[in-house]
């Protein structure tokens, strides 16, 4: 039995903080405790709170990696501008992150099917209720050891089209990780486990029929045996550092890749056809997991068999093997000593 996603944290977490004056100090480690905050926080009233998720994996000679640390920084320093808050220096971010590790190492046993969850997160921490930005700020990496996302095993799962909610709007935050992108989709995915369902699919903010993502991960569609199709990048849904992974994955296989939007109807009615014979989400939490029937209102429709599929398979076990160290060629390990 495998640890609940994101409740196993460990000992220690790394802190710097920024100001205008003094820019931002050194991240200092330290053990993991509670934080002495002012109830008129900034971040805490108006929301000016970003985050980031990578993972460090035991490697086949016992050390332990970091999975493409700089992709994720540089993607916490879009998630700050789009907010208005000072980018951490990716120097920093990679610094705090072989702290955590470093320190927590012990903590990850070499079971493969484990790993170590990163957690950087940056808030607004003026006390003020004026609606204004912070000049001052606090980043902190924790971590915590972590299972497959959902539950043991690699089974598919059943999924929830959401027609009522939209996740993110053109010229949004959908494109970032932010705080304030995450609460609103709660109410979808309580939605969702009532019908029986473990993920929401999110639709288009406009027309309400294009797929764009899955809960919080990119979603990919297998046509044939040779096509990868992903939404592209629309500026309403995340960058995915797994999704960016894949699809180099992908066409290092031989396989063509497509960005093409798809709508619901039309996933349906490939999958009813047979063209489509294949579906799975992908992020840093969920890796590769694979989607094996849709419900859409009263319509029901599996995809392939209703079971992770052949290229499915291989790209997730692909994927794993380099998060171990397994398979060379790619400069996406950071290891830490």
């Known amino acids: 039995m495998y640890p609940v996603h994101g409740e196993l944290f460990t000992?220690?977490?790394?802190?710097?903080?920024?100001?205008?004056?003094?820019g931002w100090t050194r991240p200092v480690l330290g053990p993991r405790r509670d934080l002495v905050t002012d109830p008129g926080l900034?971040?805490?009233?108006?929301?000016?709170?970003?985050?980031?998720?990578?993972?460090?994996?035991r490697q086949a000679d016992g050390s332990i990696a970091i999975f493409r640390p700089l992709e994720h920084g540089r993607r916490f320093q879009r998630s700050a501008r789009r907010l208005a808050m000072p980018e951490l220096p990716e120097e920093l971010f990679i610094a705090a992150a072989e702290q955590v590790v470093a320190a927590d190492d012990r903590e990850l046993s070499d079971d493969p099917d484990l790993s170590l969850y990163l957690r950087p997160l940056m808030f607004a921490s003026d006390a003020s209720l004026a609606l204004r930005t912070s000049h001052t700020y606090t980043f902190l990496m924790m971590a915590f050891v972590t299972g497959a996302f959902f539950g043991d095993g690699v089974d598919a799962v059943r999924v929830w089209v959401n027609r009522d909610?939209?996740?993110?709007?053109?010229g949004g935050t959908g494109d970032v990780k932010c705080a304030a992108n995450y609460g609103p989709a709660f109410?979808?995915?309580?939605?969702?486990?009532?019908?029986?369902?473990?993920?929401?699919?999110?639709?288009?903010?406009?027309?309400?029929?294009?797929?764009?993502?899955?809960?919080?991960?990119n979603l990919f569609f297998v046509r044939g045996e040779d096509e990868l199709v992903t939404s592209p990048l629309t500026g309403t849904l995340l960058p995915g550092v797994t999704r960016d992974s894949l699809m180099t994955l992908a066409r290092?296989?031989?396989?063509?890749?497509?960005?093409?939007?798809?709508s619901i109807d039309q996933w349906r009615r490939e999958s009813e056809s047979g063209v489509l014979t294949e579906a799975f989400s992908c992020g840093t939490a969920a890796v590769v997991t694979a989607v094996g029937e849709v419900k859409d209102g009263d319509q029901v429709w599996r995809v392939g068999d209703g079971t992770p599929g052949k290229l499915t398979t291989e790209l997730r076990t692909a994927l794993v093997d380099l998060h171990h160290g397994l398979t060379p060629g790619h400069p996406w390990l950071h290891p830490v000593r």
């Open 11 to 22: 000992h220690h977490m790394s802190l710097a903080t920024w100001s205008e004056q003094d």
């Open 187 to 217: 109410q979808a995915q309580v939605r969702a486990e009532q019908e029986d369902c473990q993920q929401v699919v999110w639709l288009d903010a406009v027309e309400r029929r294009w797929v764009e993502e899955l809960g919080g991960m």
């Open 252 to 262: 290092e296989r031989g396989l063509r890749v497509t960005e093409e939007r798809v």
């Open 165 to 170: 909610y939209p996740r993110a709007m053109p």
């Open 42 to 57: 900034i971040g805490l009233h108006y929301g000016q709170v970003i985050f980031e998720g990578l993972k460090a994996h």
